[in-house]
């Protein structure tokens, strides 16, 4: 991971970061855009030449010849820009495209490297929505410049050029009401902005909302709560309607108003060309080609407004996208930061301190791990007790103090390794929507098939993954809903086992499983934890009574350690939760 917000936050700057890998592509769209651009202004020009040629031949009979060969190279000269155009299209789809793609890739790439905090305060869907919008957006956007916005640019400078070789007045006429038609524009555009990026930010926030309904749908039925799920996502469906309803308001008025001045200038240029055909001063292929141009602006112009109105909402779409992915890391790795490679696996906390917010967890807090120790966390919950895990995730940074791993500060490991010499079993085993075979290589992606199947026998996994339909090809459906609890931790160990770090966290790894699964996974945590440092949290305190040290967590610090035995003759918090677990009253 960089160390700094490297991709540019700007819709304008984000489209030319994308275009660098396909620059040449980019290059060569634009230009031949140009290109066709000044050709369909001679094109308007030949108009002119063609109308002359016509008048001359219907009163001298010797220029009928040349009004033929007007005529044969308009439609020739017609082709040939058609085909400019074409070439356009091939590079422009190729830069297009691949922008879009490396929009995706690096958008996701930066998402990546947001600490756990970033995630935990967001939802899912919405994040992806907005990686979806920014990239989207860019793909969208693009094509409008380039085939829009970049030739009706350069068609109103050729017209500008034109109408002043044909008559000064007649250009006077047209600078100034494009000089009026782009200061309003512009004023319109910031407007619509506004409202499309607040039309954007709800869109977003629906979406997110329906992701975390559907996404907890068993607990909505469960327990009755359908019809409040479908008024509390509608009032964020009638949120989003009415950012909809204002964004669309605002582009009506838009195009009312590009309406009215497209009335004026057709209006003030039939009027000056009235004057100087009343003057003498136009000849029919002037006229000709004058109104060739204005009817061409009143169609551009026309389609302009739905077009700017297009474009306002995609550039807010993509800046919505940025601003909330591109949020500075929390966690950046230092410049000299080096790839360690972990190999005993003694863990140190020194003088650590760490609060959430302005809630501190942890104060001057010291903790060694002997290379190859197991030792078991306990303590009440909000102990702190998975926040230890997590800073030695580095999944958050400590406020003070260092956290050494063989010896070495964490700050000063890249994030790749310091999660390489980790391996996790967490109390509720996520699994990805593949094949048991990829969730379980996910511990080590290299590893072979056969690796992948020693290390589910060792796991207790094998007997129950070749009975599924497909054996290790089997889907395991979204979070491994096909599978049941004890399945999905097993299929979890499996793949810490194929890991092969020498730190292993267990967290809470047999709390929620009924007795016969949590049999096979003790067994199969047995296998695991052979040769490797140990970090176990557990509410069940008879699931630690084989660590070799406890360490009793209470309000970030260490009340008690030593092993089973010489707690409970302590009578200290371990004795109090230890009785209050057999008399059962505290659920386990």
């Known amino acids: 991971m960089k160390t700094e917000n490297f991709i540019p936050n700007t819709p304008f700057r984000f489209a030319i970061w994308c275009s660098r890998e396909n620059k040449w592509w980019a290059i060569g769209a634009i230009s031949v855009v140009v290109i066709s651009a000044i050709l369909t202004r001679i094109g308007v020009y030949l108009v002119k030449i063609l109308t002359d040629a016509a008048q001359a031949a219907l009163t001298e009979p010797e220029a009928v010849s040349e009004f033929g060969f007007w005529a044969f190279a308009f439609a020739g000269f017609y082709l040939f820009n058609e085909w400019f155009w074409r070439i356009s299209g091939f590079c422009g789809m190729r830069w297009i495209t691949r922008t879009a793609a490396v929009a995706n890739r690096d958008l996701f790439s930066y998402l990546t490297g947001h600490s756990a905090a970033y995630f935990s305060q967001r939802f899912a869907g919405a994040l992806s929505n907005k990686i979806s919008n920014a990239a989207g957006g860019l793909q969208n956007l693009l094509p409008q410049c380039l085939w829009n ?27 100034s009401w494009v000089v009026i038609f782009g200061v309003v524009t512009f004023l319109l555009v910031r407007r619509i902005h506004w409202y499309a990026l607040k039309h954007s930010e709800a869109g977003s926030e629906l979406r997110g909302k329906i992701v975390d309904s559907t996404t907890n749908m068993d607990t909505v039925q469960q327990m009755g709560h359908v019809r409040f799920e479908q008024e509390y996502v509608g009032t964020y469906i009638w949120k989003e ?12 008025w838009v195009l009312v108003t590009n309406a009215l001045l497209l009335a004026l200038f057709m209006a003030a240029m039939f009027g000056v060309v009235y004057h100087l055909v009343g003057m003498r001063m136009l000849s029919v292929g002037s006229v000709a080609m004058i109104v060739t141009i204005v009817i061409g602006l009143e169609r551009s112009l026309f389609f302009l407004g739905h077009m700017i109105v297009q474009a306002v909402t995609q550039y807010g779409q993509i800046q919505e996208g940025l601003s909330e992915v591109l949020q500075p890391h929390s966690i950046v790795e230092s410049p000299n930061a080096s790839n360690k ?3 005993s696996g003694k863990v140190s906390f020194k003088n650590v301190n760490f609060g959430y917010h302005e809630s501190g967890v942890f104060k001057n807090f010291s903790l060694e791990i002997k290379s190859g120790e197991k030792i078991g966390l306990v303590g009440p919950s909000g102990a702190g007790k998975s926040t230890l895990v997590k800073l030695l995730l580095r999944q958050y940074d400590v406020e003070s103090g260092e956290i050494l791993i063989d010896g070495n500060d964490i700050r000063t490991m890249t994030l790749q390794s310091i999660r390489e010499a980790i391996a996790i079993v967490p109390q509720s085993a996520m699994l990805f929507h593949r094949t048991i075979r990829d969730n379980i290589s996910y511990g080590r992606l290299t590893a072979t098939n056969e690796e992948i199947e020693n290390a589910a026998k060792l796991a207790e996994a094998h007997e129950f993954i070749l009975e599924l339909p497909q054996g290790y090809d089997t889907l395991v459906g979204e979070r491994g809903i096909h599978l049941s609890g004890g399945q999905r931790q097993r299929v979890a160990i499996a793949r810490a086992i194929i890991r092969n770090s020498p730190i292993l966290i267990l967290d809470e790894a047999t709390s929620s499983l009924d007795s016969e699964s949590e049999m096979y996974i003790q067994k199969a945590l047995e296998n695991l934890m052979i040769g490797r ?40 918090l371990y004795s109090r939760l230890w009785g209050s677990q057999v008399s059962g009253f505290i659920d386990t």
């Open 149 to 175: 916005f970049l030739p009706i640019t350069i068609g109103l400078l050729g017209d500008l050029y034109l109408t002043y070789n044909t008559n000064p007045l007649l250009a006077a006429v047209l600078g």
């Open 533 to 572: 440092t140990v970090i176990a949290i557990a509410h069940r305190l008879s699931t630690l009574r084989s660590m070799d040290r406890l360490i009793v967590v209470n309000r970030g610090e260490i009340v008690e350690e030593g092993n089973h035995e010489r707690l409970l003759q302590n009578s200290g």
């Open 341 to 343: 490679t972990i190999q």
């Open 241 to 252: 309607q009415s950012a909809h309803l204002r964004r669309w308001w605002v582009s009506e």
